[in-house]
């Protein structure tokens, strides 16, 4: 039996937590939980309503933990109680996952430290100051870590960790039984590809949110020391 851990949060992005569950759930001998403090309804961050699976308090480990990304993340940054918590299971996990800006929840609970990794473009610059290396790729991974791109880079991690803990065939069963044979209509997913002045559009939109994440990295940074 293999125990996942996700964690469920306010305003949370909704797909980078159910991408990868929907992978998850179907590994041999899985049992998936959606793990917050309490088990209310937790709200995402365009209001759709998550039923959590657990507590903090009844969950004390778990083989693989996962933190999905969002507006939320702003607030986990300096969560105490949320951010013990992932260092009490990352203690004894096999895996220790994000998606998108997830990483930053993991870099402020310093499991970072040292390791490669990757989160949504608009926030890979902040992964410094936890001590974490930026890297290219939808996913990467150093020794347990393993670390997503932003939002759709969920599922495409989720599917790398499942080959690596049951094999290719595994993965590619699971890939295929949730049709996952991804044909965007647009070159438009990465700055890198996109068109320019959609990026600066973006950029300019986010600016806002931006400054507010930027200030609670430096606090979370600061708190860790």
């Not at 992978?23 to 937790?42: I, Q, T």
């Amino acid at each position: 039996m293999t125990t996942f851990a996700l964690l469920l949060f306010p305003a949370l992005a909704q797909l980078d937590l159910t991408g990868p569950y929907e992978v998850f759930c179907r590994c041999p001998d899985a049992r998936v939980h959606l793990v917050w403090k309490s088990m209310d309804p937790v709200v995402t961050e365009h209001g759709m309503r998550i039923l959590p699976t657990t507590t903090f308090s009844e969950l004390p480990r778990a083989d693989v933990l996962c933190v999905p990304g969002g507006f939320g993340v702003n607030a986990l940054l300096t969560d105490d109680e949320t951010l013990v918590y992932l260092r009490q299971l990352a203690s004894g996990a096999r895996y220790i996952t994000s998606v998108c800006t997830g990483a930053l929840v993991l870099g402020a609970a310093g499991l970072l430290r040292g390791r490669r990794a990757t989160t949504h473009w608009t926030a890979v610059d902040y992964l410094t100051a936890f001590g974490a290396t930026p890297a290219p790729g939808r996913t990467v991974t150093d020794g347990p870590v393993v670390t997503g791109g932003g939002v759709t880079a969920g599922i495409d991690f989720a599917l790398e960790l499942a080959a690596a803990m049951h094999g290719r065939a595994v993965a590619e069963a699971i890939q295929l039984a949730i049709e996952y044979n991804p044909a965007p209509p647009f070159r438009a997913g990465h700055p890198d590809v996109a068109p320019p002045e959609i990026t600066a559009a973006l950029r300019e939109k986010s600016l806002p949110r931006q400054a507010e994440r930027a200030a609670q990295v430096r606090l979370a940074a600061a708190r860790l020391g």
